[in-house]
């Protein structure tokens, strides 16, 4: 009898653990890339076939419908925001150009107040702009 019980166990288990294999037809398959084809969204079609794979409909779509619905982004633009498009690329092109030669220019003005400073042997950035103190600069003693 407990050879029994175990047969009937093992039955069960091996019953519960199949795994459900489901085909679709071509027909079927077809019907789904159309309706891809005019706009409705692949949740929206998985969960009203109760379709289960995520990239089911996805491969359908690869290999019953057109290609180019699959994760591409179309832009629609008129001429003048094409043109638009290639100014304002024209103008940072031009503007990177310049704000590379204001940093070559102050890279340059810096190396030259460098060597500036250290053949005068002074600091020209802590004393630029200020006058040094004369004898003939002092105020006279009875003057305001």
Known sequence: MSGQIFHKNLTQTMTTRSKV?????????QKVVREVEKGASFVEIRRRYDIKGGGTIQKWVKQFGKNHLLNQIVRIE???????????????????I??????????????????????????????FGHKPFRKTDKPKKGTP
């Open 21 to 29: 294999l489901i085909r679709y037809s071509i027909s079927f398959k």
């Open 78 to 96: 008129m001429k003048g925001e094409k043109d638009r498009v290639k100014e304002l690329e024209e103008e940072v092109k031009r503007l990177k």
């Open 98 to 127: 310049a704000l590379a030669d204001a940093t070559m220019a102050k890279d340059l003005l810096g190396t030259l107040v460098e060597v500036a400073n250290r053949h005068y042997k002074t600091d020209l950035k802590k004393n």
